[in-house]
């Protein structure tokens, strides 16, 4: 399983602007687009690297919901070199604002890959740290809401307008990178229709043979029917207020009190997908593969969300 790095998320800042500029990437709430840079900014490889670094961080990287989504936008935004210092307080600002959602998100990871290594996963800690994930998670946006406002009145009407394009553009890749999984497993292990969601990286790390593959598959139908129901829709129509108030001259982060679900939705519904998936994966593994898995989730686990690179 692919776990990106501090170098990897760097590489994201660096050149995430032209994946997310160049591409009109249509998701269940619409689309998002910004005028695409020069083609020489970055070659081919490097955004195809990009593309799957930022798919595998959203696949794993729930605990702020919408605010990750802003302050990661914040990495890629075209700001005079006046605005920087500022800009880049406020993305710290935002980071920290998330410390306890990011926490309990570690805290969850750390209880699965003790429970992997171990083999043998306490259901009732596991449940005890997705719960803790989804109640710090419905706390972010108030605790943000300063930092928002602040951000709002740091940025020009274009540059706004621009974080908007590049906030929904990270819900499209958001929901295209979770719910790969379940169109791979909809399709099973057809050659033409590769899998290349968790399953399929899992396999390649840790050389899962095809039993192993299909008793996961297996599992995993039944174990997916516990994760909570996330609604697309529910999330496109906030951003979608969010956005249009956030493009206005006027802007107050406090009014947008749905945010506070908005959030706890896609921290607990990741929370819960990623404890599922462990749930299933791990009774098939070898001692040796039990032994590697722990030790990747241990390593992603503490590995900085890109707060403080």
Same mark, same amino acid.
Not at 19 to 36: E, K
Not at 294 to 309: F, I, K, P
């Given at each position: 399983?692919?776990?990106?790095?501090a170098?990897?998320?760097?590489?994201?800042?660096?050149i995430?602007?032209v994946?997310?500029?160049?591409?009109?990437?249509?998701?269940? =709430?619409? /689309? &998002? %687009? @910004?005028?695409?840079p020069? !083609?020489?900014? +970055?070659?081919?490889?490097? $955004?195809?690297?990009? #593309?799957?670094?930022?798919?595998?961080?959203?696949?794993?990287?729930?605990?702020?919901?919408?605010?990750?989504?802003?302050?990661?936008?914040?990495d890629?935004?075209?700001?005079?070199?006046?605005?920087?210092?500022a800009?880049?307080?406020?993305?710290?600002?935002?980071?920290?604002r998330m410390e306890l959602?990011?926490?309990?998100?570690?805290?969850?990871?750390?209880?699965?890959?003790? =429970?992997? /290594? &171990? %083999? @043998?996963?306490?259901?009732? !800690?596991v449940? +005890?740290?997705?719960?803790q $994930?989804?109640?710090? #998670?419905?706390?972010?946006?108030?605790?943000?809401?300063?930092v928002?406002n602040?951000?709002?009145a740091?940025?020009?009407?274009?540059?706004?307008?621009?974080?908007?394009?590049?906030?929904?553009?990270?819900?499209?890749?958001?929901?295209?990178?979770?719910?790969?999984?379940?169109?791979?497993?909809?399709?099973?292990?057809?050659?033409?229709?590769?899998?290349?969601?968790?399953?399929?990286?899992? /396999?390649?790390?840790?050389?899962?043979?095809?039993?192993?593959?299909?008793?996961?598959?297996a599992?995993?139908?039944?174990?997916?029917?516990?994760?909570?129901?996330?609604?697309?829709q529910?999330?496109?129509?906030?951003?979608?207020?969010?956005?249009?108030?956030f493009?206005?001259?006027?802007f107050?982060?406090?009014?947008?009190?749905?945010?506070?679900?908005?959030?706890?939705?896609?921290?607990?519904?990741?929370?819960?997908h990623?404890?599922?998936f462990?749930?299933?994966?791990?009774?098939?593994?070898?001692?040796?593969?039990?032994a590697?898995f722990?030790?990747?989730?241990?390593?992603?686990?503490?590995?900085?969300?890109?707060?403080?690179?």
């Open positions: 399983m692919e776990y990106e790095t170098s990897s998320l760097s590489k994201i800042s660096k995430a602007a994946f997310l500029g160049a591409s009109v990437i249509v998701g269940c =709430g619409g /689309a &998002a %687009a @910004n005028t695409p020069p !083609a020489a900014a +970055a070659r081919a490889s490097d $955004v195809d690297d990009v #593309a799957d670094a930022l798919m595998e961080h959203h696949r794993h990287h729930h605990h702020g919901g919408v605010t990750l989504m802003i302050a990661l936008s914040l890629t935004l075209g700001i005079s070199s006046e605005q920087r210092t800009v880049e307080k406020i993305r710290r600002d935002l980071h920290a959602a990011r926490a309990a998100e570690q805290g969850l990871v750390a209880t699965l890959a003790d =429970g992997v /290594a &171990a %083999a @043998n996963l306490d259901a009732a !800690a449940d +005890a740290a997705i719960a $994930v989804t109640a710090a #998670a419905t706390s972010v946006h108030d605790a943000s809401t300063d928002l602040e951000l709002h740091a940025l020009t009407p274009p540059e706004r307008a621009a974080l908007v394009d590049k906030v929904e553009a990270h819900w499209a890749v958001w929901q295209k990178a979770n719910a790969e999984e379940q169109t791979a497993k909809a399709e099973g292990s057809n050659p033409a229709n590769p899998e290349r969601g968790r399953l399929a990286l899992l /396999a390649t790390d840790l050389g899962l043979t095809q039993d192993q593959i299909d008793k996961i598959r599992s995993l139908g039944e174990r997916m029917k516990a994760v909570p129901r996330l609604d697309p529910e999330i496109s129509t906030y951003l979608r207020s969010f956005g249009d108030a493009r206005g001259d006027k107050d982060a406090k009014v947008f009190t749905r945010a506070n679900d908005a959030n706890a939705h896609l921290a607990g519904w990741g929370a819960a990623l404890a599922h462990i749930e299933a994966v791990s009774p098939v593994l070898t001692p040796d593969q039990r590697e722990a030790q990747r989730l241990r390593e992603h686990s503490v590995h900085s969300n890109g707060g403080n690179e």
